[in-house]
């Protein structure tokens, strides 16, 4: 009898990137392009990983005009987008994220994204850091709905043949978590990236982690779990 199927969803921003500083610089310079006030980072933080056009629309002054926000959401991607032409500029993984997705792959596990990024700037990181050769399913929000819906999950186990309870979804917001609750599936929270503890538990982590380390326990019962059902 062949192994049961495993997948593990990965978000990206503050999951397995560090791209704190390059998101909030990308959008303190949106915000002055528009002559607008500075945005403080602990405002920029609550909406990484939604959708661009939202997220901008959250951030914006509450009498922002609404025909304004394209506009200032195109600022943000022309200022990430200098940003990456900029001498010094670094997207890193963060320590230990790369030996987990290599485990995860070489003991049979299937990888999979789901990201508030757009393919574009997937691919621009994928091919820094060398990541296309691990994952089997890339879901982005330029295929439809993004978090909290639960749309590129249900498509990544469509891709990859899996059902829920085969599945887990990890990532540093309550959007992920939602995401994952919403498709059904396994939801573990990480505490290094962009929002709280407490956000992230509010969002529906089945379990949040604070190191790679307890990360891979988590996964390793996880997927302990899944073999137990057809043993």
């Known amino acids: 009898m062949s192994a049961p199927l495993k997948l593990a969803v990965w978000d990206i ?8 500083k390059v998101i909030q610089q990308a959008m303190e310079r949106a915000f002055a392009r528009a002559g607008l006030p500075p945005i403080e980072y602990d405002r920029t933080r609550t909406i990484v990983g939604l959708e661009l056009s939202e997220a901008i629309t959250r951030l914006a002054p509450p009498d922002y005009p609404a025909e304004h926000i394209m506009q200032l959401a195109t600022y943000y991607k022309e200022a990430f987008v200098e940003q990456r032409a900029e001498k ?3 997207e890193p993984l963060y320590e230990g994220a790369l030996e987990t ?3 995860l792959a070489d003991e049979g596990w299937l990888l999979g994204v789901a990201t508030g990024k757009a393919r574009r700037g ?9 990541l296309h050769r691990l994952f089997d399913t890339l879901h982005t929000v330029d295929g439809g709905p993004g978090k909290p819906h639960p749309r590129m999950v249900l498509d990544a186990m469509r891709e990859t043949g899996t059902d829920p309870h085969q599945v887990v979804m990890i990532g540093d917001t309550r959007f ?3 995401m ?8 573990l929270g990480v505490s290094w990236g962009f929002h709280t503890e407490d956000e992230i538990r509010e969002g529906g982590a089945h379990s ?3 190191d790679f380390d307890g ?8 997927g302990a779990s899944v073999e137990g059902r057809v043993a």
């Open 208 to 210: 949040i982690h604070h």
């Open 13 to 20: 921003d503050g999951t397995l990137i560090d791209s704190r």
């Open 176 to 178: 992920d978590m939602e």
């Open 215 to 222: 990360l891979n326990a988590a996964l390793d019962a996880f």
């Open 180 to 187: 994952g609750r919403n498709a059904g599936v396994h939801a």
């Open 88 to 90: 010094g500029f670094d």
């Open 101 to 103: 997705v290599e485990r």
């Open 122 to 130: 997937l691919d621009i990181v994928f091919g820094h850091h060398d």
